[in-house]
Structure formats: C-alpha cells, structure tokens
DNA sequence: AGTCATTGCGCAATGC
DNA sequence: GGCATTGCGCAATGAC
C-alpha cells in the first residue's frame, strides 16, 4: 500500500546519494564486475575539525570500490542466505507440526469415542442389573454406587 | 568457518543480468537528476538468422529506460510485495494453528484422562459387586459381562 | 567499534 | 501479455 506514481529505484541516503564507482578495477570480482558511473562524494560531514559524537551524522562514506566493503558485502550476502535458509525451513518445520498435531487429534479422538463407548455399555450394564436386584432383592453394593454420578455419558468438560 | 563463496551467481541489480554472457553495464538509477547512460545493447544472443518464434533466446533486450520497463518494474514490485505479504500472513496463520491445535489437544488429553478415571471406577465397582454376588448366591447378568473385555483400562490403540 | 542476523526492497527469471 | 513466486544482492537496523 502506498505507491507513489514515481520511479523512485535506488537507495538513497538522507539526502545525499552516496554513489560512487569507476576504476572497474580488478577485485577479484568472481561474481562479476559491476560498475557504476555516478559519482557523488559528499563532502566531509563537517567542516569542523572536531567530531562531537552525539551527532547523528552518517558515518564514513562506504566506498563502492573498497576491497573492504565487498567483503561485507559478500560476507552479508552469506549471512541473509543462511537466514533465508533458515526461515523456511522453520516455515516447514511448523507445517509439518500441523500435520502432526492433527494426527496426533483424530487419534485422540478416536479413543475418547471408544471410551466413552465403553463407559455408556458399562453403564448400561450397571443400571440394568440394578434394576434386576432392586426388582428381587434389596441391593447392597449397587446402591453405594450413586448411579447419577457416573451415568452422565456426555463428559462436559470446559 | 564456513565455506567461501565461490559461485559465480551473480545477477547484479545494478548490472544488467547476466544472461548467459557476461555481458554488464548499465548504471545506476537515481531518484533526482541523475543522469544514466541507456547505450547498453548486448549484441544478439545468437548469431543467426534467427526470426524462428520456437526459438529459445532472449527476446529484445529490455531498454532500461523503456517507459514500459518501468512500468513492468513497478507492477512486479508491487505483486512481489503482495506475494511475500500473503506469504509473511500464511506462515503466521500456520504457527497460530499449531497453537490451536496444541490447545485443542491438552484438552483432548484431559478428557481422555477423565474418561478413564470413570471407566476404571465403574468397572471396580463392577467387579466387586459381582463378587459379592459370587460369594452369596451363583451370579445372573453379572457373568454375562465379560470382565475381560472392559477391564482394560488402559486402552491400546494401534 | 565490529560481527552476524533480520528484514524491507527492488531486480530478474520463471512458473503459470 | 500478465500476475505470482522465488532466489538474490543491497542496505538499514537489530542484537551481541
């Protein structure tokens, strides 16, 4: 959201645009040789010749060229691979956890269902031979049992 | 510690891409007025005649300058971020079901545990009852019951 | 001050 | 032709 009828394509500092290249030097450029033609360097931050560090100044300007700042470069570009790398398969990782846990799910409820089967024939049985005794003799243990406590097929948890 | 890169993967966004050649220029972009040097014509990818639509080689190479380059940049800018937008929301989505489900299934579990509880309550109650009966006077229903059969509290699924 | 990790972004190739 | 995906490099920023 929020584009701008503009072409707007580069990254550009605040304010000056630190472009900077020429001397398509050597560099062991196995990745291929680039070049760029602007060439802005700004000037030095200040003319002061002191630097009060609580500035919020851009630091040094990078230079394009520099045999540092593409080993920076590449350096990073192995850090952001490693860091993609990673994230998906995290992404993966969770997805297959889903899978899992849905299994993991239906066999739970697999079993609740077959419990609860067994709970209700159980229950059946039990009232049903109460009625028996109470049909004959006056029960004993079967009275004990509170009938209504455990007759509730329906489990409601929360 | 790791490994040096080595590949040659380049594909600059600077440089044009390099396509099968090693072919690269092109300069920078800028925002404000900067000026570019739009001469970058690689040389025709195949030396023929060519002209066979079946063919497989790059088509004109793309003018960086073209209005409709620039119009085609900006509406894949603008799908890629749509892209990685769905994309970023689905992962999420994922992790917030694993949590779900993990929910869901504690709960599962408890009831589960509950519906044992029961199943294995009613059933002493069962057996002893039946041995009462034994004791006293030859069983009915009760030895209709198959202890066996539901006396397993712990249910072995596959 | 120095390093790696993350993340937004644009480019280009490629899959529909 | 067009959008959607995906890998990649760059740069800013975060976390140590």
Redesign the pocket.
Known sequence: M??QPQ????????GVS??QSQAHSSIANS?AG?QQVPQLVPVSPRGGGKASPPSKM???I?D?DSD?????????????????????QKAQDTQQRVNELKEENERLEAKIKLLSKELSVLKDLFLEHAHNLADNVPPATAATVAPGDLCNTNNSSQ
Chains 1, 2 share one sequence.
């Open positions: 929020s584009k072409k707007i394509t580069n990254t550009e500092q605040n630190v472009i990745t680039l851009k630091k040094t990078l394009k540092e700042y593409r080993q920076r470069r590449e350096r990073n570009n192995l850090a952001v691979k490693k860091s993609r790398m990673r994230s998906k």
